[in-house]
Structures are given as structure tokens and as C-alpha cells.
């Protein structure tokens, strides 16, 4: 499957953004996406996850509460919505998709899990 992010911009501190990885090229209901946020100089880190099915997310601690991932299968989308967004939020935002089966419960937070990846997207926080 092929994936485009998009969505990325300036705000500032509190403001709001939505982010969006489009896919094409296979059945996307059969993908569980994730999107990961890497500053510069340092890895790719989990952000939140959300099942094939759309039945179950996930987020890191510091996001939950004011990011918001769902999907449309439908619509081949999952969106990000960013809310009360801080200067820690600035950073190169990534979607990836994978449909394989996982050997253990929290895969969806290793990046190295996902075989499908979108280019990035900026998202940058004033204060």
C-alpha cells in the first residue's frame, strides 16, 4: 500500500492542526496505521495507532488527551487530529500502515513493525 501524509503546518502554541496519510494500492482495512513524529537528530518515535478495524487506539502519554486518530476505510484515510498543540509537538510527522501479523501485543509502537511508510509531514509549534 502506498501512503500520502498530509496536513502539516505553523501554529501556534494551543492552536490545532489535522493531519492526514491517504493510502492506495491495496485493501486498506486490512492495515493497522501508525503515525511516529521524529525531531531532528533523533529516531522516529510511536505518537498513536489505530487498529484495521478502528475499534482500538493507542497513544504515548504525552499526546493523549489532545491528539485524536481515527479512519474511514471507506475514504482509504486515517486522520490526526492535533489539539491544545505545544512547542514539544514540532517535529517531521510519518504515517505507516501494515497488515502482517505480530508476534506480540504492543508492535504497533516499533517503528520497525511497519513495512508501509509515508513521506513526512512538518509540523511546526510557535510559543
Known amino acids: 500500500v502506498q501512503l500520502q501524509a498530509s496536513g502539516g503546518g505553523s501554529v501556534q502554541t494551543g492552536g490545532s492542526l489535522r493531519l492526514s496519510c491517504t493510502a492506495a494500492?491495496?485493501?486498506?482495512?486490512?492495515?493497522?496505521v501508525g503515525w511516529f513524529r521524529q525531531y531532528p537528530g533523533k529516531e522516529r518515535e510511536f505518537v498513536a495507532a489505530?487498529?484495521?478495524?478502528?475499534?482500538?487506539?493507542y497513544y504515548t502519554d504525552s499526546v493523549r488527551g489532545r491528539f485524536i486518530l481515527s479512519r474511514a476505510n471507506t475514504g482509504n484515510t486515517a486522520w490526526l487530529q492535533m489539539n491544545r498543540l505545544k512547542p514539544e509537538d514540532t517535529a517531521l510527522y510519518y504515517c505507516a500502515a501494515d497488515g502482517r501479523p505480530h508476534s506480540y501485543s504492543t508492535w504497533y509502537r516499533n517503528s520497525e513493525e511497519y513495512a508501509n511508510w509515508g513521506q513526512g509531514t512538518q509540523v511546526t509549534v510557535s510559543s
Open positions: 494500492g491495496d485493501t486498506f482495512s486490512n492495515y493497522g
Open positions: 489505530i487498529w484495521a478495524t478502528g475499534e482500538e487506539t
